[in-house]
């Protein structure tokens, strides 16, 4: 079946350094790829998401990146704050007779100031 | 005004209770979903309705069984609760079938004993 595997699984880095979290998908349907930060005691929260007609997509200190061909996508947080702490979420969907959204297992990502 | 809401956000109950978990959307979306979160943060779907109309069924018991009464309510409910039950139950919402999920309710954390 589908799958999404997402590394690593802990990533602890110092304040202002940069964090970059790696997914895989194995569905050549998906086409459509969000991130999720899920803060504790909290719902995950949609903060980034790319296309499959595109190959990068910044927002401010957040990027994500996509190769299509190797089935590769990655979340770069540059400039990490001690409030980015928290476990994000790769996902990929794909429109199958409904939208079918499969998550990655989240990595726990700890800042320290 | 919370976008997707659902109560309770804890929930303790012995073994072979039934419960029910409810979830609303203010956003006017035609889909919603209900997600399981396990101990081990791992995001897997349970179910999505579009419209009232069940679109995804995921290897699911028959224990648990949604409803919709309209568009802007999907309700969880689950017989016979089990140990394996236990775990983080979020709702959410995404404007149509091919729509982003872009936000999800608090979560209902359920421990069965």
């Known amino acids: 079946g589908e799958n999404v595997e997402q590394h690593p699984s802990t990533l602890s880095v110092q304040e202002g350094d940069s964090a970059v979290i790696k997914c895989t998908y194995s569905?050549?349907?998906?086409?459509?790829f969000p991130w999720y930060k899920q803060e504790l005691g909290k719902g995950p929260q949609l903060i980034i998401d790319?296309?499959?007609?595109?190959g990068e997509k910044k927002d401010q200190r957040i990027a994500v990146t996509l190769n299509k061909t190797a089935k590769h996508f990655s979340l770069h947080i540059t400039e990490t704050q001690p409030e980015d702490s928290a476990v994000y979420f790769c996902?990929?969907?794909?429109?199958?007779?409904?939208?079918?959204?499969?998550f990655g297992a989240g990595t726990r990502l700890f800042v320290k100031a | 005004d919370t976008a997707v809401s659902q109560t309770p956000k804890y929930l303790v109950t012995q073994m072979g209770n039934d419960k029910s978990i409810k979830c609303e959307q203010n956003?006017?979306?035609?889909?919603m979903y209900w997600y399981k979160q396990d101990s081990k943060k791992f995001l897997k779907i349970m179910f999505s309705?579009?419209?009232?109309?069940?679109?995804i069924n995921e290897t699911v018991p028959n224990r648990f069984s949604p409803k919709s009464p309209d568009k802007a309510h999907l309700n969880l409910h689950i017989n016979s609760l089990e140990l394996g039950d236990s775990a983080v139950y979020f709702c959410a919402s995404s404007q149509d079938l091919t729509g982003s999920i872009a936000f999800f309710g608090q979560g209902t954390r359920l421990t069965v004993v």
């Open positions: 790319i296309r499959s007609n595109v």
């Open positions: 569905d050549s349907a998906s086409n459509y």
């Open positions: 309705y579009n419209n009232k109309e069940l679109i």
């Open positions: 956003l006017g979306h035609d889909t």
């Open positions: 996902a990929a969907s794909s429109f199958t007779g409904g939208f079918k959204t499969i």
